[in-house]
Nanobody, 113 residues
Framework: QVQLVESGGGLVQPGGSLKLSCAAS????????MAWYRQAPGKQRELVAS???????NYADSVKGRFTISRDNAKNTVYLQMNSLKLEDTAVYYC???????WGQGTQVTVSS
């Protein structure tokens, strides 16, 4: 049974930083490209960042230069380092193995002064 457990969200002021983690189990983690998505209230879920099995990364234009996705295959974990956070980064963040139907429960990130 595949499980994805996101953590690391919280309340942060504009300009602050957070690091999200997503621990995967029940799957061969190293064989999957992984992605972070987010969903703000009243909006559709959107792709934030992705990382392939080989470590190639891609980012949404809105987070480029501020967010960094990484993975540790030994720990079956994907990370999202978020710097220079803005009010519009407020959302529930989810990790997702590409080509799968699996989603975690999400972790709330709130950027507020």
């Amino acid at each position: 049974q595949v499980q994805l457990v996101e953590s690391g969200g919280g309340l942060v002021q504009p300009g602050g930083s957070l690091k999200l983690s997503c621990a995967a189990s029940g799957m061969i983690f190293r064989l999957y490209s992984m992605a972070w998505y987010r969903q703000a209230p009243g909006k559709q879920r959107e792709l934030v960042a992705s990382i392939t099995t080989g470590g190639t990364t891609n980012y949404a234009d809105s987070v480029k230069g501020r967010f960094t996705i990484s993975r540790d295959n030994a720990k079956n974990t994907v990370y999202l380092q978020m710097n220079s956070l803005k009010l519009e980064d407020t959302a529930v963040y989810y990790c997702h193995p590409w080509t799968s139907t699996y989603w975690g429960q999400g972790t709330q990130v709130t950027v507020s002064s």
